[in-house]
């Protein structure tokens, strides 16, 4: 129900837009839901990377990706996206757009609709 795309492999100081089409149950999302991405490199654990509240358009990003990614989303065309630049050698992992009912969370466990990741690879 929810489609990432945009991943690839970039060389370090590079960009990638990361689009994930959001189609959940209905089709629509609501005021009160939260996207975000989340990010999974090789024998580490999920980290939470940016999110956004649909209605109001609240941002939060992780410390570690603050300043270089910005979330954003469309209404009209249902789909969040990840502007990523400068990118590092560190950022290279396995993103996920995932969908939370309510509540700006870092936590994973508060996201109940995950996409199936796109692979972001960055070269030093």
């Known amino acids: 129900q929810l489609q990432a795309s945009g991943g690839g492999l970039v060389q370090a100081g590079g960009s990638l837009r990361l689009s994930c089409v959001a189609q959940?149950?209905?089709?629509?999302?609501?005021?009160?839901?939260?996207m975000g991405w989340f990010r999974q490199a090789p024998g580490r654990e999920r980290e939470f990377v940016a999110a956004?509240?649909?209605?109001?358009?609240?941002?939060y990003y992780s410390d570690a990706v603050k300043g270089r990614f910005a979330i954003s989303r469309s209404s009209a065309e249902n789909t969040v996206s990840l502007q990523m630049n400068s990118l590092q050698p560190e950022d290279t992992a396995a993103y996920y757009c995932?969908?939370?009912?309510?509540?700006?969370?870092?936590?994973?466990?508060?996201?109940?609709?995950w996409g199936q990741g796109t692979l972001v690879t960055v070269s030093s």
């Open positions: 956004i509240r649909w209605g109001v358009g609240n941002t």
């Open positions: 959940v149950g209905s089709g629509r999302l609501f005021s009160s839901h939260v």
């Open positions: 995932a969908r939370a009912p309510k509540g700006l969370s870092m936590n994973p466990l508060s996201y109940d609709s």
